[in-house]
């Protein structure tokens, strides 16, 4: 198994608060990493860093082995790493596919495409992709609903599909199961398991255990920023640093 | 065709093409302010090169909306570091700096205005307009539309998946500013006179009216809304000084009983629909 993401000494600080500390874990390609921790644990700031939406303070990103820290966050996509984000953020007013289609842009071969009439062509390969991808994941009904009015676990879906049409090596979670009632937390865990039969890598922040017990094989847990724990599920709950951090000290004593 | 039918042909198609140079930045979430200036640009471009330089109308009405769009592309990066409302000032004191300095300008005329050598027929205005608004609405069946959407709804989104956010920005002003030069341009030709007092807030103003009347959602708000503006006060033309109370009146009606503008994404999406399901109903 070859290493796909790797984080290396990482440090975030925003003015003397120092919310991201020293942290350092490797994410294997192929596997469902979960990422977890007590409320502003730095989970979040964590894929802000990885897609490029804060600097870092110091550390290394290495992805695929070169290091991507000072990657414009616009180019890391195209190099494969896609995320979803906690509260849904679909293109109000726009229709599941027109959505879709602004997923796909790196995927386009030349600049010049984005001033190509493709509405003009019944059936384009644009929208047939999109379409394919929908009904991959069993939505295919909605495809010309504007998204405002869909469900919430349908729009968290739909903003997966998203991230997924730009044919990632790495997708980012951020807590994907959150709102969701038991059957959508279902067609979530198989939509999740039809990216995983594609190699898909997934890097997973999650609040529900049984959740990231049957998804991911590794777990990350921070704990103020660092690193506290690291290994299998069944190791970390053990673990008696995460018992405290979950738990606090008194119980746990 | 009347003299009073062909002005009113060409105040809509001068209108139309305005008010598609504020549309493109709109739909990037830019309210610009200050169209008039764009339009200055090209229309003081325009008729210097055609009364000092001698190049035919044609060219130089074209130039001047490449004038406009340079501004437009060098002005950009300062405009589009401020958002919201502050881009719309900053745009709106773009506009006024543009009249000032017309005005001040003797080269072409300063105060007195600035008589414009070659005339235009009304055909060539309008022809223009069809083809702004034909390109428009051939952009509207690109990746264009939902890009801007992007831009103007979430940046950092659009950032994330891929999208130069800075450069679609520059790309809907320049756009815009062009398209509002060539109007300008038009405008000098064929009223072969300018002054800078033409090109002020009201200008400005009324686009932007235009435009939100129509709807920003749909490629076919800005010629509504431009049509609205052009024929309604023509028609309360007898009713003499009410016409303006009347005008504001429909206005304000207008913007309480539409707020969304008269022509929306909804509204065109629910006339397909039907298109389609009485489609299969004959099959």
Same mark, same amino acid.
């Given at each position: 198994?070859?290493?796909?993401?790797?984080?290396?000494?990482?440090?975030?600080?925003?003015?003397?608060?120092?919310?991201?500390?020293?942290?350092?874990?490797?994410?294997?390609?192929?596997?469902?990493?979960?990422?977890?921790?007590?409320?502003?644990?730095?989970?979040?700031?964590?894929?802000?860093?990885?897609?490029?939406?804060?600097?870092?303070?110091?550390?290394?990103?290495?992805?695929?082995?070169?290091?991507?820290?000072?990657?414009?966050?616009?180019?890391?996509?195209?190099?494969?790493?896609?995320?979803?984000?906690?509260?849904?953020?679909?293109?109000?007013?726009?229709?599941?596919?027109?959505?879709?289609?602004?997923?796909?842009?790196?995927?386009?071969?030349?600049?010049?495409?984005?001033?190509?009439?493709?509405?003009?062509?019944?059936?384009?390969?644009?929208?047939?992709?999109?379409?394919?991808?929908?009904?991959?994941?069993?939505?295919?009904?909605?495809?010309?609903?504007?998204?405002?009015?869909?469900?919430?676990?349908?729009?968290?879906?739909?903003?997966?599909?998203?991230?997924?049409?730009?044919?990632?090596?790495?997708? !980012?979670?951020?807590?994907?199961?959150?709102?969701?009632?038991?059957?959508?937390?279902?067609?979530?865990?198989?939509?999740?398991?039809?990216?995983?039969?594609?190699?898909?890598?997934?890097?997973?922040?999650?609040?529900? !255990?049984?959740?990231?017990?049957?998804?991911?094989?590794?777990?990350?847990?921070?704990?103020?920023?660092?690193?506290?724990?690291?290994?299998?599920?069944?190791?970390?709950?053990?673990?008696?640093?995460?018992?405290?951090?979950?738990?606090?000290?008194?119980?746990?004593? | =065709?009347?003299?009073?039918?062909?002005?009113?042909?060409?105040?809509?198609?001068? @209108?139309? $093409?305005?008010?598609?140079?504020?549309?493109?930045? =709109?739909?990037?979430?830019?309210? @610009?302010?200050?169209?008039?200036?764009?339009?200055?640009?090209?229309?003081?471009?325009?008729?210097?090169?055609?009364?000092?330089?001698?190049?035919?109308?044609?060219?130089?009405?074209?130039?001047?909306?490449?004038?406009?769009?340079?501004?437009?592309?060098?002005?950009?990066?300062?405009?589009?570091?401020?958002?919201?409302?502050?881009?719309?000032?900053?745009?709106?004191?773009?506009?006024?700096? /543009?009249?000032?300095?017309?005005? @001040?300008?003797?080269?072409?005329?300063?105060?007195?205005?600035?008589?414009?050598?070659?005339?235009?027929?009304?055909?060539?205005?309008?022809?223009?307009?069809?083809?702004?608004?034909?390109?428009?609405?051939? =952009?509207?069946?690109?990746?264009?539309?939902?890009?801007?959407?992007?831009?103007?709804?979430?940046?950092?989104?659009?950032?994330?998946?891929?999208?130069?956010?800075?450069?679609?920005?520059?790309?809907?002003?320049?756009?815009?500013?062009? $398209?509002?030069?060539?109007?300008?341009?038009?405008?000098?030709?064929?009223? @072969?006179?300018?002054?800078?007092?033409?090109?002020?807030? =009201?200008?400005?103003?009324?686009?932007?009216?235009?435009?939100?009347?129509?709807?920003?959602?749909?490629?076919?708000?800005?010629?509504?809304?431009?049509?609205?503006?052009?024929?309604?006060?023509?028609?309360?033309?007898?009713?003499?000084?009410?016409?303006?109370?009347?005008?504001?009146?429909?206005? /304000?009606?207008?913007?309480?009983?539409?707020?969304?503008?008269? $022509?929306?994404?909804?509204?065109?999406?629910?006339?397909?629909?039907?298109?389609?399901?009485?489609?299969?109903?004959?099959?």
């Amino acid at each position: 198994m070859t290493m796909l993401l790797s984080i290396q000494n990482l440090s975030k600080a925003f003015g003397g608060l120092e919310v991201v500390r020293d942290l350092s874990f490797d994410v294997q390609e192929g596997t469902a990493t979960a990422l977890i921790g007590p409320n502003g644990a730095g989970k979040t700031t964590v894929f802000n860093l990885i897609s490029g939406v804060y600097p870092v303070t110091s550390g290394r990103i290495r992805f695929r082995g070169s290091d991507i820290v000072h990657l414009p966050s616009r180019y890391r996509i195209k190099h494969g790493i896609a995320r979803s984000f906690q509260n849904i953020r679909l293109i109000p007013r726009l229709s599941v596919i027109d959505n879709l289609l602004i997923g796909q842009h790196v995927t386009l071969k030349r600049t010049l495409d984005v001033l190509r009439p493709f509405r003009l062509v019944r059936g384009h390969e644009w929208i047939r992709a999109a379409r394919a991808e929908l009904s991959a994941f069993g939505l295919s009904e909605y495809a010309d609903e504007p998204v405002d009015l869909l469900p919430y676990g349908v729009r968290k879906r739909v903003d997966l599909i998203r991230a997924t049409l730009s044919s990632p090596s790495v997708l !980012m979670l951020d807590e994907p199961a959150a709102g969701l009632n038991a059957s959508e937390t279902r067609e979530l865990h198989s939509h999740l398991d039809i990216l995983k039969g594609r190699g898909v890598t997934l890097l997973v922040i999650e609040h529900d !255990m049984h959740f990231i017990r049957s998804i991911c094989e590794k777990v990350v847990v921070l704990n103020f920023g660092s690193k506290i724990a690291e290994g299998s599920f069944e190791q970390v709950r053990r673990d008696e640093q995460v018992r405290e951090a979950y738990l606090g000290v008194e119980q746990a004593a | =065709m009347s003299g009073y039918l062909t002005g009113l042909c060409v105040l809509l198609a001068l @209108n139309t $093409i305005a008010a598609y140079g504020v549309y493109l930045p =709109m739909a990037a979430g830019q309210l @610009n302010l200050g169209i008039a200036g764009f339009m200055a640009i090209g229309a003081y471009a325009s008729a210097y090169l055609t009364n000092e330089c001698g190049w035919s109308p044609i060219v130089a009405i074209g130039a001047g909306g490449g004038t406009a769009a340079i501004l437009a592309s060098v002005i950009a990066m300062p405009i589009l570091r401020t958002q919201g409302i502050y881009l719309s000032l900053a745009t709106f004191a773009l506009g006024q700096v /543009i009249c000032a300095i017309m005005l @001040n300008l003797e080269v072409v005329g300063g105060a007195a205005g600035y008589p414009v050598s070659t005339h235009i027929e009304a055909y060539v205005v309008v022809a223009v307009a069809v083809l702004v608004v034909s390109l428009v609405s051939a =952009m509207s069946t690109t990746r264009v539309p939902i890009y801007l959407a992007a831009v103007k709804n979430d940046p950092l989104v659009a950032d994330l998946l891929g999208l130069n956010v800075k450069a679609l920005g520059v790309a809907a002003l320049t756009a815009g500013a062009a $398209i509002a030069g060539i109007g300008g341009a038009l405008y000098a030709h064929y009223f @072969n006179y300018i002054e800078a007092q033409y090109f002020g807030v =009201m200008l400005s103003t009324y686009t932007v009216l235009y435009v939100l009347l129509g709807g920003t959602q749909s490629v076919l708000g800005p010629i509504v809304g431009a049509a609205i503006f052009t024929i309604v006060p023509e028609a309360l033309r007898s009713s003499s000084q009410w016409r303006y109370a009347i005008f504001a009146l429909f206005i /304000i009606l207008f913007m309480a009983l539409r707020p969304q503008g008269l $022509i929306t994404r909804g509204l065109s999406r629910r006339r397909r629909q039907v298109a389609g399901q009485s489609g299969t109903a004959a099959s």
